[in-house]
């Protein structure tokens, strides 16, 4: 069989587990994982998992320019654009950036339910500011799901996931090896509020409010998790002096966000009268390069699925005597000035 006829077979068989399994998968009961500080990310094997937006590939830049961090692969997921796009835009960011050692790339494949969302006033047409770079043909990508679940096999315990769109890669993952979640080493997640308002709604945040299913799936599942949520990534505004901290035009990140960010600041400023940008999925991989700086506390968390003022938000047992096991640990600070500064010295590869 070809490689291109496993791949057909792998999206069909995908779309057929996920309606069957994901009853049986909602309906355990949450399982308590170890607190394990956010320090056991360091050194790991990573896989990037991103809908870019301009704000993922900010992330890839960081993480594909930083030694600590071995990224073996990076998966397309439909978010901010649709999965095709998020497909062809991961290939683009990874070839504008040409990394000396080039990470497995997966493609984002339709989701069960497609909700009406779009971001494509706050990063362009295509999500990159309508640069529309040229990428070369690629004829037989792996479906992301796929990618993610050999990665993880071929390193058990070893592979952070970096989840930084919705969470419908990871969920089929799960649903198709149900052995996955315990030999993952860690999933980090950019994702939900805890306190604060949504971003898409009133009540949730846009990533959960994707694909809440895919969210819930991966929230009850049994793995290590860290969210770092809106509250905490919404602390973090980048000004308009980023464009003097950034790179040299002649380096390849450099050169990459110049043509790309003029775009986020557009849109922050059309959509939310900002003079400034949030780069939540960059503060969520600083999260895993400089853990140090970030303060985390076991919650029960929880998604949404049925709402209808209130779908994809997220919900976390803080009742006097809760009756929901922790299930992840959660970012609740950061050093807010140490942050941004490691985000411009990482852009400048020191
Ligand atoms: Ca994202």
Not at 8 to 13: G, K, N, P, S, T
Request: hydrophobic share 40%; net charge negative; proline share 7%.
């Amino acid at each position: 069989m070809s490689e291109a006829e496993i791949s057909v077979l792998w999206q069909w068989a995908g779309r057929r587990t996920i309606i069957l399994s994901w009853a049986a998968l909602a309906s355990r009961r949450c399982r308590k994982t170890p607190n394990i500080a956010l320090e056991d990310a360091m050194g790991r094997k990573v896989i990037i998992d991103v809908d870019p937006g301009i704000d993922d590939a900010m992330a890839l830049c960081l993480a594909l320019g930083n030694s600590e961090l071995e990224v073996v692969a990076v998966t397309a997921v439909g978010g901010n654009v649709s999965p095709g796009q998020a497909t062809r835009n991961v290939q683009a960011i990874i070839e504008q950036l040409d990394p000396p050692r080039w990470p497995r790339l997966g493609a984002a494949s339709e989701p069960d339910i497609r909700l009406a969302v779009d971001r494509r006033s706050l990063y362009g047409s295509d999500g990159l500011g309508g640069t529309s770079f040229a990428v070369a043909e690629r004829q037989h990508l792996l479906p992301s799901e796929k990618v993610i679940c050999d990665q993880v096999h071929d390193a058990p315990h070893m592979v952070t996931i970096v989840a930084l769109g919705p969470l419908t890669n990871v969920a089929r993952a799960f649903i198709r090896d149900p052995d996955l979640p315990a030999l993952v080493g860690r999933i980090v997640i950019m994702g939900g509020t805890v306190s604060g308002p949504g971003n898409i709604t009133p009540a949730a945040e846009f990533n959960m409010y994707c694909d809440p299913l895919a969210a819930q799936t991966v929230f009850r599942s049994p793995s290590t998790k860290t969210l770092v949520p809106l509250d905490v990534t919404n602390r973090i505004e980048l000004s308009y002096d980023l464009f003097n901290q950034l790179p040299d035009e002649s380096t390849r990140p450099g050169h990459l966000l110049r043509q790309l960010l003029p775009q986020a600041f557009r849109g922050y400023r059309q959509q939310f009268g900002l003079e400034g940008i949030h780069v939540h999925d960059t503060v969520t991989l600083m999260a895993v390069i400089h853990p140090e700086l970030f303060s985390t506390k076991p919650m029960a968390g929880d998604v949404e699925t049925q709402g209808e003022l209130t779908l994809g938000a997220t919900v976390f047992d803080r009742r006097r005597a809760p009756a929901w096991r922790h299930n992840m640990e959660v970012v609740s600070d950061m050093r807010k000035e140490a942050v941004v500064k490691a985000i411009i010295d990482g852009l400048n590869g020191s």
